[in-house]
């Protein structure tokens, strides 16, 4: 996924045999950062973020109590207690939501009760007084693979939470399914954000998928864990600037830290 807010990327995914229904859940959702070679743990001791916030603000992933509580509880698997409410993926994207903070009228002192608002809202049941959404952004249902061409099963059939069938036959169907970082702030003065804020380390999601086919002995059942990460940002530069009118060549090369976050040595970036 990018490491910017209220992106869009999408997800392939390939159906062998006759599906009857495919379900997409968001069982893990890390707001914080992982380690690009051991995304299972995240780095130990507190992590700058890249960059400025606020005078007197800064992005520790230590810096807040409450973070730091939800972090620690992330450590009894798929039963919830993953928070993946606070993470910055999500499978929909609501008509109302706004372009930078999802709740306007919460903020970081109100605690837990801030939180249970961003989950509603997150899981399509409301949300805070001023902040409120109807669909799910943690799980979808697609049961529509006739045909080839742009489909819809969300509640508000917004042209953006549309899939694509690049296939459709006998054999089985082609998906393209949109997945969205969330905005960048979620609820005021915490580090809950959709915009990757380390120039290092990714971010982490699960998605487990269960597809329900059509067989000559009856309905069968396929389960899979398919792992979803947010990109380091890109921290300098973010664009190259020539003179006016220019139309000379020119080459642009990416680097990534190589050996760790406090390294300066930086070797090319190829994708």
Not at 24 to 38: K, T
Not at 255 to 261: E, L, N, V
Request: one cysteine or more; proline letters at 7%; glycine letters at 8%.
């Amino acid at each position: 996924m990018p490491y910017l807010y209220n992106q869009k990327a999408d997800f392939p995914v390939k159906l062998n045999g006759k599906c009857k229904s495919l379900k997409m859940e968001i069982v893990e959702n890390a707001w914080g950062p992982r380690l690009p070679d051991d995304p299972s743990n995240a780095p130990a001791g507190t992590v700058k973020a890249t960059g400025a916030v606020q005078p007197g603000m800064t992005l520790d992933y230590y810096d807040f109590v409450w973070n730091r509580y939800v972090w620690e509880t992330f450590n009894n698997g798929y039963n919830g207690k993953r928070w993946p409410s606070l993470g910055y993926l999500a499978l929909t994207k609501p008509s109302n939501i706004p372009p930078a903070n999802i709740l306007m009228d919460v903020s970081f002192s109100d605690k837990e009760a801030g939180y249970n608002q961003l989950k509603a809202y997150y899981e399509g049941r409301g949300g805070s007084a001023q902040s409120k959404n109807n669909l799910p952004q943690n799980v979808r249902v697609f049961s529509d693979f006739s045909h080839t061409g742009m489909l819809n099963t969300s509640d508000n059939n917004l042209t953006i939470n549309q899939y694509e069938v690049l296939r459709s036959d006998d054999n089985g169907s082609d998906l393209l399914i949109p997945l969205f970082t969330r905005p960048k702030s979620m609820i005021h003065g915490t580090d809950f954000s959709g915009n990757n804020p380390y120039g290092y380390y990714i971010r982490y999601a699960k998605l487990r998928i269960t597809a329900v086919f059509s067989t000559g002995h009856g309905d069968e059942t396929v389960e899979k864990y398919v792992d979803v990460y947010q990109v380091p940002r890109i921290t300098n530069p973010k664009a190259v600037w020539r003179k006016s009118g220019s139309s000379e060549d020119f080459n642009v090369l990416l680097t990534t830290r190589s050996g760790g976050p406090s390294n300066s040595d930086y070797i090319g970036f190829y994708f």
